[in-house]
């Protein structure tokens, strides 16, 4: 069934799946997850004034995580 539709200059069709997606996703995810963090960072800083107590929160983190997922 091969039909041909006749598109207005400057439109294209292009078929992609949901790989190019997950693709697009990671690349995104590459440089938000890193600003996040620094953003958390910054703003525990803000809060407590003092890198000890910052550094404590952010160790607590992947034991709350761990402790979620049980």
């Given at each position: 069934?091969?039909?041909?539709?006749?598109?207005?200059?400057?439109?294209?069709?292009?078929?992609?799946?949901?790989?190019?997606?997950?693709?697009?996703?990671?690349e995104r995810?590459m440089?938000?997850?890193?600003?996040?963090?620094?953003?958390?960072?910054?703003?525990?800083?803000?809060?407590f004034?003092?890198?000890?107590?910052?550094?404590?929160?952010?160790?607590?983190?992947?034991?709350?995580?761990?402790?979620?997922?049980?």
């Amino acid at each position: 069934m091969n039909q041909s539709v006749k598109l207005p200059p400057g439109y294209a069709v292009a078929w992609t799946g949901q790989s190019v997606h997950l693709q697009h996703a990671r690349e995104r995810l590459m440089w938000v997850v890193p600003l996040t963090l620094v953003l958390v960072l910054l703003l525990l800083f803000l809060h407590f004034r003092h890198v000890g107590k910052v550094l404590l929160v952010m160790a607590c983190l992947p034991l709350r995580w761990w402790a979620a997922s049980g």
